[in-house]
């Protein structure tokens, strides 16, 4: 028979210990007691128990000063702080220090036994933790890019054809994504990484500022220009220049980036002086720079001079297989920097990151893992460490299938309006549209496909899915079909046989 959970109860009060003995041991709990901090440690050194409820006021040792040392005889005990007197300082002090809850004396039965109970349960997450601590190392975590999947794979295989040459690279793709670390990789793996790298972020410089930014300015060229300087692209010379978010350039400055990458010539603001330059240019935007240019808000001459090789990321969601490894090289990075004792997340916590949306991409993963890791009170993030947010609008997955499941079964893609912040619209199935309570939306869709299934006579529930999935994949990717195989979680090559053999090349 399994063993039953064990529960240490330290306190100087002889009638709630044995309270707590007789409740708690009328739930199946091993119960023990201790009358003081000090007797508290040495039974929980020995048994070792899941979870200890600690009296903060003793005699001898304080339940506080019982807390830091029991932190490191008994590391993996959820520990419950008990005080009378709920104070701001003792609410910090003690999750500071480790503690798994505190509860305010006096309090119910029922209020107690439901907080052992959750702390049983963190214990019983903290032993299905992954470790992953010797990934450490790999060599795909360099470039500080980490992902394993086919859309990943084809966006490094373009930075390998790119990186040699001088092509003008233009990087796409929704805010979050990483594509500085895109630019910086192909600049690493150029002829120019032992020449300058600048990251300008056109969005973040005042429009009366971007100018000079880029360009440099004379002495008195104007108010508070007090010297001569050399703006980026003359001390990027032979380098590369990052020109991220450069779809809120303004036309004005637009106009001399284009001399800059057609001419390699600048000019300081207030100057007459030409000044040669050979920089290396790769920009990126979040924005449609095609609509721009309709609008006549960006330069179409720039646009198609930028535009040499186009580069378009995946947004998370299309590769959510990757979600495992990316919160490895986080944990890993944040453990090393000795920012977070958290090197290990439970097996739980890692189906809730796989199964959530990610509007906000790997920047938001990134957010989410600093501020588990921050919460953490051991060394493996759990479930209730995770944000509010993405805990209640994840689909739970398993990270050892995801990608290999039917389309239905995964997370719910995210459309246009949704990666702008507006409001989810999730398409039909067909004809029905699946409720959006989650508890409800699988059988509604078994529901449909069974309908579809009964009235089809060939019976080919597979391929009736499969056909509608594709057709639908395609169209919101503009036949795209790397995207769609993306979106698809299958490969190109599997993609184009089912075009075959669905016959849906026109």
């Not at 032993?127 to 966006?155: C, R």
């Not at 100057?271 to 240019?293: Q, S, Y």
């Given at each position: 028979m399994p063993k039953s959970p064990t529960v240490l109860v330290i306190d100087d009060d002889d009638d709630l210990r044995y309270s707590l003995e007789r409740v708690l041991s009328s739930r199946n709990y091993t119960v023990l007691v201790a009358d003081s901090g000090e007797s508290g440690l040495k039974v929980a050194e020995k048994e070792k128990p899941n979870v200890i409820?600690?009296?903060?006021?003793?005699?001898?040792?304080?339940?506080?000063?019982?807390?830091?040392?029991?932190?490191?005889?008994?590391?993996?005990?959820?520990?419950?702080?008990?005080?009378a007197f709920g104070t701001t300082q003792t609410a910090?002090?003690?999750?500071?220090?480790?503690?798994?809850?505190?509860?305010?004396?006096?309090?119910?039965?029922?209020?107690?036994?439901?907080?052992?109970?959750?702390?049983?349960?963190?214990?019983?997450d903290l032993h299905q933790g992954d470790d992953y601590t010797s990934l450490l190392n790999s060599e795909d975590y360099k470039e500080g890019i980490v992902g394993n999947s086919e859309p990943m794979q084809d966006v490094f295989k373009v930075i390998g054809q790119v990186a040699a040459s001088d092509v003008t690279v233009m990087i796409t793709g929704e805010s979050g994504t990483g594509k500085e670390l895109i630019a910086r990789a192909i600049y690493q793996h150029s002829h120019r990484s032992s020449k300058p790298f600048i990251a300008v972020n056109c969005a973040a410089i005042p429009e009366n500022l971007i100018e000079s930014e880029l360009f440099g300015h004379e002495k008195g060229?104007?108010?508070?220009?007090?010297?001569?300087r050399q703006g980026k692209f003359e001390l990027c010379d032979?380098?590369?220049?990052?020109?991220?978010?450069?779809?809120d350039m303004t036309l004005a400055t637009q106009t001399k980036v284009l001399r800059a990458i057609q001419e390699g010539e600048i000019q300081r603001v207030g100057g007459t002086e030409t000044i040669k330059v050979d920089v290396r240019v790769i920009a990126a935007t979040n924005k449609d720079l095609e609509k721009l240019v309709e609008k006549k808000e960006f330069r179409e001459d720039l646009y198609y001079r930028l535009n040499v090789v186009r580069l378009r990321l995946p947004a998370l969601r299309e590769r959510l297989p990757d979600v495992p490894a990316l919160v490895d090289f986080m944990l890993q990075k944040l453990a090393k920097a000795r920012k977070t004792k958290a090197r290990r997340i439970s097996a739980e916590a890692m189906a809730i990151l796989c199964g959530y949306r990610w509007p906000g991409n790997v920047r938001e993963l990134e957010n989410a893992i600093y501020r588990s890791a921050v919460i953490a009170q051991g060394e493996t993030i759990l479930k209730k460490d995770l944000?509010?947010?993405?805990?209640?609008?994840?689909?739970?997955?398993?990270?050892?299938?995801?990608?290999?499941?039917?389309?239905?079964?995964?997370?719910?893609?995210?459309?246009?309006?949704?990666?702008?912040?507006?409001?989810?619209v999730h398409p039909p199935l067909t004809e029905a549209r699946v409720s959006e309570d989650e508890d409800q939306r699988l059988p509604a869709v078994f529901d449909r496909l069974y309908k579809l299934l009964r009235n089809?006579?060939?019976?080919?529930?597979?391929?009736?899915?499969?056909?509608?999935l594709i057709i639908r994949a395609l169209a919101e990717t503009g036949n795209n079909q790397a995207e769609a195989a993306g979106i698809l979680g299958m490969s190109r090559a599997t993609l184009r046989k089912r075009i075959e053999q669905f016959d849906l090349k026109e």
């Amino acid at each position: 028979m399994p063993k039953s959970p064990t529960v240490l109860v330290i306190d100087d009060d002889d009638d709630l210990r044995y309270s707590l003995e007789r409740v708690l041991s009328s739930r199946n709990y091993t119960v023990l007691v201790a009358d003081s901090g000090e007797s508290g440690l040495k039974v929980a050194e020995k048994e070792k128990p899941n979870v200890i409820l600690l009296d903060n006021r003793m005699d001898g040792m304080s339940g506080m000063e019982t807390l830091q040392h029991m932190r490191h005889a008994c590391p993996e005990a959820m520990i419950i702080l008990m005080t009378a007197f709920g104070t701001t300082q003792t609410a910090i002090e003690a999750m500071k220090f480790g503690a798994f809850d505190y509860i305010i004396k006096p309090f119910d039965t029922k209020k107690i036994v439901s907080l052992t109970e959750k702390a049983l349960a963190a214990h019983e997450d903290l032993h299905q933790g992954d470790d992953y601590t010797s990934l450490l190392n790999s060599e795909d975590y360099k470039e500080g890019i980490v992902g394993n999947s086919e859309p990943m794979q084809d966006v490094f295989k373009v930075i390998g054809q790119v990186a040699a040459s001088d092509v003008t690279v233009m990087i796409t793709g929704e805010s979050g994504t990483g594509k500085e670390l895109i630019a910086r990789a192909i600049y690493q793996h150029s002829h120019r990484s032992s020449k300058p790298f600048i990251a300008v972020n056109c969005a973040a410089i005042p429009e009366n500022l971007i100018e000079s930014e880029l360009f440099g300015h004379e002495k008195g060229s104007f108010t508070g220009a007090t010297t001569q300087r050399q703006g980026k692209f003359e001390l990027c010379d032979g380098g590369t220049i990052f020109l991220d978010e450069i779809g809120d350039m303004t036309l004005a400055t637009q106009t001399k980036v284009l001399r800059a990458i057609q001419e390699g010539e600048i000019q300081r603001v207030g100057g007459t002086e030409t000044i040669k330059v050979d920089v290396r240019v790769i920009a990126a935007t979040n924005k449609d720079l095609e609509k721009l240019v309709e609008k006549k808000e960006f330069r179409e001459d720039l646009y198609y001079r930028l535009n040499v090789v186009r580069l378009r990321l995946p947004a998370l969601r299309e590769r959510l297989p990757d979600v495992p490894a990316l919160v490895d090289f986080m944990l890993q990075k944040l453990a090393k920097a000795r920012k977070t004792k958290a090197r290990r997340i439970s097996a739980e916590a890692m189906a809730i990151l796989c199964g959530y949306r990610w509007p906000g991409n790997v920047r938001e993963l990134e957010n989410a893992i600093y501020r588990s890791a921050v919460i953490a009170q051991g060394e493996t993030i759990l479930k209730k460490d995770l944000p509010e947010e993405v805990v209640a609008n994840s689909t739970p997955v398993d990270p050892d299938i995801i990608g290999t499941t039917p389309p239905f079964s995964s997370p719910p893609q995210l459309d246009d309006s949704e990666a702008e912040g507006a409001a989810p619209v999730h398409p039909p199935l067909t004809e029905a549209r699946v409720s959006e309570d989650e508890d409800q939306r699988l059988p509604a869709v078994f529901d449909r496909l069974y309908k579809l299934l009964r009235n089809d006579g060939k019976n080919n529930l597979l391929g009736l899915v499969e056909k509608d999935l594709i057709i639908r994949a395609l169209a919101e990717t503009g036949n795209n079909q790397a995207e769609a195989a993306g979106i698809l979680g299958m490969s190109r090559a599997t993609l184009r046989k089912r075009i075959e053999q669905f016959d849906l090349k026109e």
